[in-house]
């Protein structure tokens, strides 16, 4: 069974800091994907990124990096020099090959503070 | 503007009455999905329709019915509900239930059950 654990429920940061939020799965596939989504106060889940399985290699977008660690089983995302705007609920997620269904975390929520 | 779009974005209901929620989607997707998202706790799958077809129920009480009348529109019909049922409901579409692409996710309806 798929299983995604967010341990942090509310971080607080200063505007410009840099914010981690760590993410822990466990799956019994070899191949499987992994996601981060945003939920800012509006309330939709807003993609961020998706990465499968055999690509370890991290990855960044402007402010937003990954960090994918198949050997401790995490999905690591990062928010450097972070901004109001970023404050929301960020929630990652797992589907299994063959199967999108996805299976979240509880999510981390994020106060950035002016 | 996600391609997902819920109405009402807010809803107010008594435990005996009756409504529905809406989903619509516009991206072409041939599956779409219930979640419920109630406070400190992860999403929870209600529902999974692909091709018009209810392909997963989740243990959900009778109290909640989807519709799905064609692969754009998806409903949940509520009636004497409880205020435990009280969350935000998210619909979300993907481009099939196999292929682990993600979903895309409306805005949600915030229900209160009074």
């Known amino acids: 069974a798929q299983k995604v654990t967010q341990a942090q429920t509310e971080i607080s940061v200063v505007e410009k800091e840099d914010v981690t939020l760590d993410c822990v799965y466990e799956?019994?596939?070899?191949?499987?994907?992994l996601f981060w989504y945003k939920q800012p106060p509006s309330g939709e889940l807003v993609f961020l990124i998706r990465?499968?399985?055999?690509?370890?290699q991290n990855e960044i977008s402007g402010r937003y990096s990954w960090n994918f660690q198949k050997s401790t089983s995490s999905f690591n995302f990062t928010i450097t020099a972070s901004q109001v705007v970023d404050s929301a609920v960020y929630f990652c997620?797992?589907?299994?090959?063959?199967?999108?269904?996805?299976?979240f975390g509880k999510g981390n929520q994020v106060v950035v503070i002016p | 503007e996600t391609g997902v779009t819920q109405t009402p974005r807010h809803l107010v209901m008594g435990m005996t009455n009756k409504k529905s929620l809406k989903c619509e989607q516009h991206?072409?997707?041939?599956?779409m999905y219930w979640y419920k998202q109630s406070a400190k706790k992860p999403l929870e799958l209600m529902f999974v329709?692909?091709?018009?077809?209810?392909?997963e129920n989740n243990s959900v009480p009778s109290r909640f019915s989807p519709e799905c009348p064609n692969s754009s529109h998806l409903f949940l019909h509520l009636h004497t509900l409880q205020p435990e049922d009280s969350a935000l409901y998210l619909c979300?579409?993907?481009?099939?239930?196999?292929?682990?692409?993600?979903?895309?996710f409306g805005s949600g309806t915030r229900l209160t059950v009074v």
């Open positions: 997620a797992l589907s299994e090959h063959g199967n999108n269904r996805l299976a």
């Open positions: 979300a579409s993907s481009q099939d239930i196999w292929i682990s692409s993600g979903y895309t």
């Open positions: 991206l072409g997707h041939n599956a």
């Open positions: 329709y692909s091709l018009e077809e209810r392909v």
């Open positions: 799956t019994r596939d070899t191949t499987y994907y």
């Open positions: 990465r499968n399985s055999f690509d370890e």
